[in-house]
Structure formats: structure tokens, C-alpha cells
């Protein structure tokens, strides 16, 4: 029997022109049709709807001719490397500057883009001693959890905020909001939020703090209200970091997403396979094992897809619609330098990104020898202009976020 070979098949219209886009108001439509030896046929319609209009993302090139050598930015070493050879000068300058200062970067971007992976990378090459990240929604959790099982620490949250908080509910009820959320629906009084921000911050007072996420519930006075309050709590400069990132990878990126059932990690069968593939021959399907050295089901556990991730932006379509609304409004902003991030570069500019800068799409063959066969190809997108792209790894992005903050602190 022969091997299955997945095949993709797109086909979009209207295509626009190169280096343009659509009219406001249309959509580009995304065909995919999928075969494998059973014969089914998968059709996906996609059409990104939401587009980032009003701002302007520039495309920095991360290129240096002068360096020769190819870096592994799937690894820590590796990545220490990369970087120390295309911004070893920023990085050394930033590190000694944040030796003696902080600095408050609010992240913003559509959900799955990839906030949690930039300011982690960026913490691990300018050191865990200097920057600390942490996001809205593992806050409330970990109050959560300390409401419910540390009594000697509940009653410091509590006096906390019987002294800062600042609503028209009582600070009760606001906890009980907190504490009976549903986790579709943010609940969280923004007020109890924002007090709960300002105690993390003050817990860190040495670190550079980035914030990653925010509340999704503000009109927009509220909102420039609750920047300043949170910039207003230490004498540092401030920044937002805003992330533009085409809804086609966040649905690549969900619909590919695989997590181990014993120790959760994330990983991807198309973008970010571990170091074990495996072939089911019943079902005519490739898997993955989880490779976590850390994890019981190291080299045995199978990954799973998670519930409703078939479903792609589908599912998250009104959550990512409200995120782009966000982050417009943090665009025009004024009084805050931004730090812009693209996370995709048109194939016709790939060429300002070293070839392994690009993110690869990996698919899978069976040999005739029984060995699984890995295949490695630049992966293609379309971006919500319609434009063929290529997706950049989560190093060269953090390495242009390196660069722009510098240029913020430091001139
Ligand atoms: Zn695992």
C-alpha cells in the first residue's frame, strides 16, 4: 500500500496586487482541500475578516551579510548565540541599564500571538534578574488560588485592597466576582484588576515588568485611565509592545496544536513537532510523542488535539475582533512610545530574513523501508491583506523588539 501524502491544495480570490491590498470590506478566501488514502475530502473556508486598518507595522530586516554562521533558534544555546551576534552591543547596553533601572512594557496583541513566547525569550537573553513577565490571566488565577488555600497570604491580598481599591462595588463583591468568574467571560471588576496589577508590580520593585494581556472591558476612557494609573506607580518610562499577526496563523496555529496529557506542554504537528513522530497505521495519521525531559510520559505519552481546536479562529472569532479593537486604541495613544512587531514578512521581502529566521512547515512521509520521513519547507501563508508571506520565529521578532526598546531607553 502506498504511503498517504497529505495534500494541500489553496486557492484564493480576488488576488490583489502585489504590494496592495483589498478594498476595505472584502475578504480573501482561502481553499483547502485535504486527502488522504480513505479518500475524504476536508474542505476549509477561510476569510479572515478583521484587519489591523489604521496601523502600520514596519518591516525591520533582521539580515547582517557580514555573518555567516546559521543559528538553532529552537534552542536556549542557540538562541544565546544568535543573538549575541546580531545585537550583542543592545543587549549588553540594555542589561547594564537595567542593572539600575525598569521599565513598564504593556503587551498587546490578538489572542495566540505569541505575547507569553516574546517576553519570555526576551527575559531569558536580558536575564531573569532584570525582567519579570507576567499575564492578567495567570494573575487571577494564582489569587484565586491563593484566596482559596493560604490564609496568611489571603489576608494580605485582602488588607491590599481594602487600602487601594477604588469602585463602585464594594471590595467583597468584587472578590466574589473573581472568585465565581466563568472562564469564557472576564468578569473581573477592572477596578479589582487594576489594584491586583499595581500589587504585582510593587512585589518586583527592582525588575523591568512586562504585562501581558489586559482588561477587555473598557471603554476607551477607562482605558487610557487604566494605563496611566498603572504608569503613574514607579518613576519609569513606559512602552507598549504591539504584535500584528495574521489570523491565518493563529488558525494554523490552533488547528495543528497538539498538548501532552500528563504534563501539558504545547506543541504543533505542522510548526513545532518534538523529537518523536509516529505513524498510526489504522488511522492513516502522523502524531507526535512528548519529548519534555521533565515530563513522566517523556518518549511514550501521545499528544492529543485539544477540544474545539479543530474549530480554528471559528471558535474565537468576537474574542479576536475585540483584541484588534484594543490594541487600535493603544495605537493611537498618544504620549507612549510603541514598539511594533511583525510576525510575518511578504515572500517577495524574505529576503531582508536570514533563510532560518522563517518559521518551516514540516509534513511527513512513511518510506518504503517503514521509516518516517520528514519534510522541511519554508511555510507559506496569506496575511489579512491578502499577500503571500512567510512566518517569522519567535527569535528575529523578540531581536527587532530588542532593538526598538533600546532605541526607547537608550536613544
Ligand atoms: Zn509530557
Redesign the pocket.
Known amino acids: 500500500m502506498p504511503a498517504p501524502v497529505a495534500q494541500r491544495i489553496e486557492y484564493r480570490f480576488p488576488k490583489p496586487a502585489v504590494g496592495g491590498s483589498n478594498p476595505p470590506g472584502s475578504t480573501t478566501l482561502l481553499l483547502s482541500l485535504k486527502s488522504n488514502n480513505k479518500q475524504k475530502l476536508t474542505v476549509e473556508i477561510f476569510s479572515p475578516s478583521i484587519r489591523i486598518g489604521r496601523m502600520d507595522f514596519p518591516l525591520y530586516s533582521t539580515k547582517d551579510i557580514k555573518i555567516k554562521e546559521k543559528f538553532n533558534l529552537n534552542t536556549p544555546l542557540g538562541r544565546k548565540k544568535y543573538f549575541a551576534a546580531k545585537a550583542g552591543k543592545e543587549v549588553a547596553e540594555l542589561k547594564e541599564y537595567l542593572d539600575n533601572n525598569t521599565f513598564i512594557g504593556f503587551m498587546l496583541a490578538k489572542k495566540m500571538a505569541g505575547k507569553g513566547t516574546y517576553s519570555k525569550i526576551f527575559e531569558e537573553i536580558i536575564g531573569t534578574s532584570r525582567v519579570y513577565q507576567f499575564s492578567i490571566g495567570d494573575l487571577i488565577r494564582k489569587v484565586h488560588q491563593t484566596l482559596e488555600s493560604d490564609q496568611e497570604e489571603k489576608s494580605k491580598i485582602l488588607e491590599y485592597i481594602n487600602r487601594k481599591y477604588r469602585g463602585y462595588i464594594s471590595d467583597k463583591t468584587a472578590i466574589e466576582a473573581l472568585l465565581n468568574r466563568s472562564t469564557e467571560k472576564v468578569s473581573v471588576p477592572t477596578e479589582l484588576l487594576l489594584a491586583l496589577v499595581k500589587r504585582e508590580i510593587e512585589s518586583k520593585p527592582r525588575k523591568a515588568v512586562f504585562i501581558d494581556g489586559f482588561p477587555r472591558t473598557l471603554d476607551q476612557v477607562s482605558y487610557s485611565l487604566y494605563f496611566r494609573e498603572i504608569m503613574n506607580l514607579r518613576d519609569d518610562p513606559d512602552f507598549f509592545v504591539l504584535i500584528d499577526i495574521p489570523e491565518s496563523v493563529i488558525d494554523a496555529r490552533l488547528k495543528s496544536r497538539v498538548i501532552?496529557p500528563?504534563?501539558n506542554?504545547s506543541r504543533n504537528t505542522r510548526l513545532l513537532p518534538t523529537q518523536f513522530i509516529k505513524y498510526d497505521k489504522a488511522q492513516g495519521d502522523f502524531y507526535l510523542i512528548?519529548d519534555?525531559p521533565e515530563?513522566n510520559?517523556?518518549g511514550k505519552?501521545k499528544m492529543i488535539p485539544k477540544e474545539g481546536d479543530d474549530l480554528g479562529i471559528k471558535a474565537i472569532k468576537p474574542r479576536l475582533e475585540m483584541d484588534g479593537e484594543l490594541m487600535e486604541q493603544a495605537y493611537q495613544l498618544h504620549g507612549i512610545p510603541k514598539v511594533l512587531l511583525r510576525n510575518h514578512v511578504p515572500i517577495e521581502e524574505s529576503n531582508k530574513f536570514d533563510s532560518y529566521e522563517l518559521t518551516p512547515e514540516y509534513s511527513y512521509e512513511v518510506t518504503k523501508s517503514g521509516k518516517i520521513k520528514i519534510n522541511e519547507t519554508p511555510w507559506t501563508i496569506i496575511d489579512d491583506d491578502g499577500i503571500e508571506s512567510h512566518s517569522l520565529l519567535a527569535a528575529p521578532v523578540v531581536l527587532s523588539m530588542i532593538r526598538q526598546i533600546h532605541k526607547i531607553l537608550l536613544g
Open positions: 501532552c500528563v504534563c506542554t512528548c519534555n515530563c510520559g517523556y505519552e
